[in-house]
């Protein structure tokens, strides 16, 4: 399973673009790369996955080079809902059995 | 509303006491997984299942059993053995393969 790392903490104001990278310097063939957010005492919630170039959907962009070794999400505009911690995932979890690895996560406070 | 729920909120455990936390999914997925989050870390895989009537130990499997007798519902029982139980406990469900995995809201374990 390939292992991620992530800055622990990013601070931001609102209005703010903000950037997270995420390190995976082994992701093999056919894992996928996903991005789930967490607040306090609540499930996380998916955001974005993608497995090559860019996606955008209506919260979030993702960029992946063409080697995949690292991926960043990209959050236009934050606000102070958007204070979270944001988990990256790699994995093929066909292949693996049906497992995710979370690691510890991107705790990101927008600041007023 | 799809989703899944997850009961009780809140539970309490005496010493020597196994208690079962319920886990049940309406969106007709096929995996279900039981997550385990201590304070201020990430979440880590407990137990999964990809179909009725089997499923595989995580990373934490240790003081824990669950069992899949139906494709809704996934309940884990935290047993004696668990001498560390306190924590917060995530369940979640995914439709297929490399599919964002779904959330539920979380059961908050405490030992009295």
């Known amino acids: 399973l390939a292992k991620t790392t992530q800055p622990i903490s990013m601070d931001s104001y609102e209005g703010q673009e903000v950037n997270i990278t995420c390190s995976h310097n082994n992701i093999a063939t056919n894992d996928y790369i996903t991005w789930y957010q967490q607040f306090p005492s609540q499930g996380p919630r998916f955001i974005i996955q993608?497995?090559?170039t860019k996606v955008t959907n209506e919260v979030a962009s993702l960029f992946i080079p063409a080697d995949r070794k690292s991926s960043t999400l990209s959050l236009p505009r934050v606000s102070l809902s958007d204070t979270a911690v944001y988990y990256c995932l790699v994995g093929d979890d066909y292949n693996q059995g049906g497992k995710l690895i979370f690691g510890q996560g991107t705790e990101l406070s927008v600041k007023p | 509303d799809g989703g899944i729920t997850q009961s009780p909120k809140y539970l309490f455990r005496k010493e020597g006491q196994n208690v079962t936390l319920s886990c049940e999914q309406n969106l007709n997925h096929d995996a279900m997984y039981w997550y385990r989050q201590d304070p201020g870390q990430g979440l880590r895989l407990i137990y999964y299942s990809q179909i009725v009537n089997d499923f595989q130990k995580g990373d934490i499997a240790e003081g824990y059993s669950v069992s899949r007798e139906k494709k809704e519902s996934f309940p884990l029982t935290v047993t004696s053995a668990q001498k560390n139980p306190t924590a917060f406990y995530l369940c979640?469900?995914?439709?297929?393969?490399?599919?964002?995995?779904?959330f539920g809201d979380g059961t908050r374990l405490s030992i009295l």
């Open positions: 979640a469900s995914r439709q297929y393969s490399n599919q964002p995995q779904h």
């Open positions: 993608g497995y090559k």
